[in-house]
């Protein structure tokens, strides 16, 4: 059976910061030298696929990989905010510690209810987060017919994705983990969804 589409599905290198996991969500910044590199080596790794355009975050630590790997593909590149990593409200750069300490009962609201908890401040719960995510995929794997992409994402971003192409319910969501760099390949058929690699 032709399949009607392969994603190569990325997560942004290493981000300023990491080494305290924060949670940036829509904030906005910059990958360190080794985030650099990382997408350098997925540039590389990735130089002789045929593609027909590049999708990405608008995000600069997605948005710098997707340009990184433009360089050896001759083809359009989008920038979409609808691939924004979910907002996390009242959390937005603070770190896992800060959050454990300074929002005890909201997090053991979360744990009880994973999918539909909304987090304070507007932030979004992880099933208004996975409906704005499904939407714009639907729509780019149907501009895309036929055709093999790159989109250069976020770590929830990804998870949505997978989850989708795997059959899991979002309640899955981080059984599956997903490197700073790493590439997930999916295929896509008229009936079906064959992923080829995750977190690889």
């Known amino acids: 059976m032709k399949r009607m589409n392969r994603i190569y599905l990325i997560r942004h290198g290493q981000i300023n910061g990491y ?11 910059d990958l360190t030298e080794t985030g650099i590199l990382q997408m350098e080596q997925m540039a590389e790794r990735l130089r002789l696929v045929e593609v027909k355009a590049i999708y ?8 710098t990989g997707a340009r990184l790997i433009a360089r050896s593909h001759d083809v359009p590149v989008y920038l ?11 959390w937005e750069g603070l770190t896992l510690s800060q959050i454990r300490e300074r929002f005890p009962e909201e997090l053991q609201k979360r744990q009880a ?7 304070p401040g507007d932030g979004e719960s992880i099933g208004r987060f996975s409906e704005r ?3 714009c995929f639907e729509r780019i794997l149907a501009e895309q017919k036929d055709n093999d992409f790159v989109m250069v994402a976020h770590g929830g971003v990804n998870r949505v994705i997978l989850c989708k192409a795997l059959g899991l ?17 999916i295929d896509y058929f008229p009936d079906s969804t064959l992923v080829r690699l995750v977190n690889g």
């Open 113 to 119: 209810d994973l999918v539909q908890y909304e987090i």
């Open 169 to 185: 319910d979002l309640s899955r969501l981080f059984n599956m983990h997903q490197d700073y760099g790493c590439l997930n390949i």
């Open 80 to 90: 979409l905010p609808e691939l924004r990593e979910m907002y996390f409200g009242d």
């Open 133 to 135: 995510i499904l939407h």
């Open 56 to 63: 990405s975050s608008d995000l600069k630590r997605s948005a």
């Open 19 to 29: 080494e305290n996991f924060p949670i940036f969500g829509h904030t906005d910044v």
